[in-house]
């Protein structure tokens, strides 16, 4: 990132609230000196879940996009550049006019106290509001009703399955975090709900009741499954048979559901839901890694980047990996403080050989590597180890078993270091 967007968000990181308090008062005010910018958008789709809001966005985009129409997208976090976070019409923000819209945000906040994520969310709205599209693909960053993108009047919500996390800001049981990604649901607003276990299911649908908001929920109102290498999805429509998404995993398949649900209800045609499935690209989510230095310092070996780190995505994780060709596994894993470590690796300890536990740089969230490799131990691990660096641990694992498969994963932060530094 160049000079100016760059000084730009570091100056927004000083007027950060001391405590993170989810409300959507410092957004409203910020918006009204701007102007009413979420008022002006291209009809929103709204993306809320726990898991698998970037796969499901990107699959979403991919069919738009065959279709011909023009979609504005925003994901959260970045990982090797801020600019990833705000796509304009199919493309990534220009550093010109990312710097112009963050300069603008920051002068009409007048120093007052706002998060980092709010305002940036603001400088995007302005971005989309002031681009011609078709479309805008917005992605929840926490929760959903307090949520700094919770501003829209949306033309479609979708709620991606819900399990438990960030449990300090939304509530310690998966009821409470229903309700937390329910409050996208608007009046009168269709939402397409993916597969929820039964509480998080009973919290969404009493929402969509009350609000009088049609849902299109899986099991219900549609099904997706895989069928001798080809995925099937049916609705009231009518079945179509498609190609497998090319996001490698099993979770994949119903995240290709939730995908397809929205876009049959935005009136997509069949050539626009197969695009969906071969044309989406979601980086760090069980990506092979090609080229760059560690591919070359991995040689015969096959080396894998994924930045899940919750429990669900260890055992989608898990699943990914039972089904590529037997090749011994070792992970390279590295995690922050607030997520729960022995539930996202425990899954995983059954398929691997080993583990190398390492530090995020750069990170203040970060686990030690010993600490990592500690929980690694509780999880059952067979072998663990620490190593100062992921080339470092790479090397270790080579040198030990040149045709491994090494899989580097525990956290976004990381997949991100990978891939900036992996060029």
């Not at 479609?156 to 990604?181: C, M, N, R, Y």
């Not at 995020?360 to 590597?369: Q, W």
């Amino acid at each position: 990132m160049s000079q100016g967007s760059d000084v730009i968000l570091d100056r927004m990181m000083a007027l950060h609230p001391k405590i993170i308090d989810l409300t959507l008062d410092r957004v409203w005010r910020l918006l009204e000196a701007l102007d009413h910018p979420e008022r002006r958008l291209p009809p929103v789709i709204h993306i809320a879940g726990t898991n698998g809001k970037g796969s499901t966005q990107a699959m979403i985009r991919a069919g738009l996009e065959a279709a011909g129409k023009s979609v504005h997208a925003y994901t959260s976090p970045h990982l090797a550049r801020f600019h990833e976070r705000i796509r304009l019409a199919g493309d990534l923000i220009t550093e010109d006019h990312l710097t112009e819209v963050l300069d603008r945000c920051y002068a009409a906040n007048h120093g007052e106290s706002i998060t980092y994520f709010e305002i940036t969310t603001v400088a995007a709205m302005l971005a989309f509001a002031e681009t011609p599209a078709d479309y805008t693909l917005l992605e929840v960053g926490l929760g959903g009703r307090l949520d700094a993108t919770n501003v829209v009047d949306p033309a479609l919500s979708i709620i991606t399955p819900v399990s438990i996390d960030h449990t300090q800001f939304l509530g310690d049981t998966l009821a409470k975090i229903a309700g937390e990604k329910a409050g996208i649901i608007k009046r009168g607003v269709p939402v397409v709900v993916g597969p929820q276990e039964e509480g998080a299911l009973d919290v969404i649908e009493a929402t969509a009741n009350r609000l009088g908001a049609p849902i299109l929920a899986y099991g219900q109102h549609w099904h997706v499954w895989e069928e001798r290498g080809r995925l099937v999805f049916q609705d009231e429509t009518g079945l179509l048979d498609l190609p497998m998404p090319v996001l490698l995993g099993a979770h994949q398949v119903t995240n290709a559901g939730v995908a397809l649900a929205a876009l049959r209800a935005l009136g997509c045609d069949e050539a626009a839901c197969e695009a969906a499935m071969t044309n989406a690209e979601w980086p760090a989510r069980m990506q092979r890694l090609r080229h760059g230095p560690l591919v070359d310092v991995a040689g015969e070996a096959e080396l894998w980047l994924d930045g899940g780190h919750n429990p669900a995505a260890g055992v989608a994780l898990a699943e990914a990996l039972g089904r590529l060709p037997a090749r011994p596994l070792h992970l390279i894993c590295g995690m922050l403080n607030t997520k729960d470590i022995t539930g996202f690796m425990r899954p995983l300890a059954a398929r691997a050989e080993s583990l190398t536990a390492v530090e995020i740089p750069g990170e203040a969230a970060t686990l030690s590597a010993q600490e990592t490799a500690v929980a690694a131990e509780a999880a059952g691990f067979a072998s663990v180890d620490t190593a100062p660096s992921v080339t470092e641990a790479l090397a270790a694992i080579l040198a030990r078993d040149p045709d491994a498969r090494v899989l580097i994963c525990g956290s976004l932060y990381l997949a991100g270091q990978v891939l900036r530094e992996n060029g």
